[in-house]
């Protein structure tokens, strides 16, 4: 397995690997146009507040997830919000029956970028690369992060990847949503990261 350590910088999450420091792929994703947030933010005073809350519960999310899927534990729940997501990827879980095979997997790629996998695993006898999204819909941006992983993965581990997906956990009901992307969608999602990664060691590389 390849040595990788994630670093944190005030400019975003970083990856020292075997071929230098790399970006990662959401510090490369705030490159992407993002109008609808942006007006959100002009209008909500307390945006960072509020932007700060759904980070952590989006981080103590994946750690519950984690280790539950590494050992079975569950964690105290630090918030009803927290306790819900959770449970809405325990009932994922059982209505998909997802097979995992790793989770929080580091990954880098020679195109230039580095990224943590939430899971790996087989869904209908398939192997799938499985982002995990606590936020309030399955964005279209999205598509390109998990290409992106996709494909790093690919790259590290050989291993043929036949779908990849977004789980939703909603943290106000409790409920879930999935969304699959075919070959066709990969394949455009991934042209997209790709020049996107481009541009960003174009303009910021140097600076590594």
Known sequence: MDEIQLIERSGGHFYRTPIGILPS????MRSVPKPQLESWKSRTPNWQEISRHARDVGSRTHRA?????KNGLIDPFHSDEIERSFSAFRCWLDASEFEPVESERMIWSESGYGG???LVGYLNDELYVIDIKTSRAVYPDYSLQIAAYRTAYEERTREKI???GIVRLDKPTGGFEWRAYDDEAYQSA????S???ECWHAAYGGEL
């Open 25 to 28: 792929v959401t510090t490369i």
């Open 65 to 69: 997830i984690e280790r539950y899927l």
């Open 116 to 118: 943590t996998v939430d």
């Open 162 to 164: 036949r779908g990849m």
């Open 190 to 193: 991934w042209t997209a990261f």
């Open 195 to 197: 020049q996107l990664c």
